[in-house]
């Protein structure tokens, strides 16, 4: 929370500067213009830049091997047309688990899908730490039923399995 009161001050800082350089100086208004400008575009990169920083779940791939930490899905609402979400929060198998961080990462909403997260949540609330891995389909294009090409995203099949149990060293 300090990181992002201390960024909202410097650029607090960085306006006053602005407006005591727009009202004292006698720079031609080109440069005035440009400075307003050049902080303005600065603002609006710190603005896109906060929801990463802050920890909203990410679009981004998701990786092929992951350790599920928890599942949460939020169904289509038919009354205001709404898409549903599906939100997971896993951690990345690929990298040494001591430094794997766990990461939200946001889906589309599937039927599917959604079965797959409940079965593997009810599992983790027993439990039975689960892993999954990501398989894409690699179909881009369907057929219309006037047999017209529609492009549409690849679509990715999550499996979730339990956890195998630790092998222990022979004595």
Do not use: C, H
């Amino acid at each position: 929370m300090l990181g992002v009161i201390s960024l909202v001050g410097s650029y607090v800082l960085v306006a006053l500067l602005l407006l005591s350089l727009n009202l004292y100086s006698n720079w031609g208004w080109r440069v005035k213009t440009g400075a307003v400008t050049l902080v303005s575009i600065f603002y609006l990169l710190t603005y896109l830049s906060f929801p990463p920083i802050l920890g909203w779940p990410t679009k981004d791939k998701i990786p092929d091997d992951f350790r599920l930490i928890s599942g949460y899905v939020l169904e289509p609402n038919k009354k205001t047309g709404e898409d549903g979400k599906i939100f997971l929060w896993l951690t990345d198998l690929s990298k040494n688990p001591k430094v794997a961080k766990p990461r939200a990462f946001v889906l589309p909403y599937s039927d599917e899908l959604n079965q797959k997260v409940a079965s593997a949540s009810d599992k983790l609330k027993k439990g039975k730490p689960q892993i999954g891995e990501v398989q894409e389909n690699n179909k881009e294009l369907s057929t219309s039923s006037q047999g017209l090409s529609k492009k549409q995203p690849k679509r990715i099949a999550i499996n979730f399995f339990d956890l195998p149990d630790p092998s222990l060293p022979s004595k």
